[in-house]
């Protein structure tokens, strides 16, 4: 039978913890006081890819801002219930919001020439004319389903004022 010695050493390892004053200069951390969507428009590089992700609406709110010519976000994901809709106006003229019930795809809306407005004969609801700076909401019953959502103010829709929201 053999013995094994096994030595234990225990090590109080004291810490001494001397002299914190390392970080004390006093330039703090600067003011990210920027609001929740800031507007980017999509510069040179690095674009994220807007429309092949959807921004999913959480807590049943979302806020879309709009500016000459196009939503931010532009692609929406839902689930179905009821969702409160902020359009905020980032930009310089009147814009609006008008929810569709569609499975077109949002360049495929046909403009009316006379009025260069789209139909909105499958409109669920809309945040109605919002002027320059200003914030209007409404709150809308998703089914679930496929829809755009434009800017149906004369000319808006063509220029570039559309986005989608699949809801489940
Ligand atoms: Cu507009």
Redesign the pocket.
Known sequence: MRIVKTATATAAVALSVAGIAACGNSDSPSSETAGSTVNTPAAGSGVEGDQSAPSAISDNKVTIA?T??AFAPAALSATAGKVDFTLQND?A????LVVLKTNKAPADLKEDPKTARVSESRSIGEVSETAAGATKSATLDLEPGKYLFV???AG?YK?G?TGTLTVK
């Open positions: 709009a000459e010519y930009g003229i009147e814009h609006e800017c149906n103010i808006h220029l004022m």
